[in-house]
């Protein structure tokens, strides 16, 4: 079965940058594409930043200009680079795999932003 497995979440003042990274085995990871949501509490999920299979990027206004999404096909792995956090940016952030037929769901990975 499969999972992607997210890492890199912590607790960061306002200002202040994380990377979260995304590993994923058992796809072919080259033909999905990827995609960062997150979850506050209380709130419903939310897309962040999207990557297609072909490298094409997009974002949640809420992050644009501040958040860069990436890919490393050689490593099955997709990032999250997050500058400027803002408090409001805390949530469970979550990385999704899609294909044509399949997509898959990683546990969460926790990030704080403080005031």
């Known amino acids: 079965q499969v999972q992607p497995v997210e890492s890199g979440g912590g607790l960061v003042q306002a200002g202040g940058s994380l990377r979260l990274s995304c590993v994923v085995s058992g796809i072919i990871f080259r033909f999905n594409n990827m995609a960062w949501y997150r979850q506050a509490p209380g709130k419903q999920r939310e897309l962040v930043a999207g990557i297609s299979i072909g490298g094409s990027t997009n974002y949640a206004d809420s992050v644009k200009g501040r958040f860069t999404i990436s890919r490393d096909n050689a490593k099955n792995t997709v990032y999250l680079q997050m500058n400027s956090l803002k408090p409001e940016d805390t949530a469970v952030y979550y990385c999704?795999?899609?294909?044509?037929?399949?997509?898959?769901w990683g546990q969460g990975t926790q990030v704080t932003v403080s005031s």
């Open positions: 999704r795999s899609t294909s044509y037929e399949y997509a898959h």
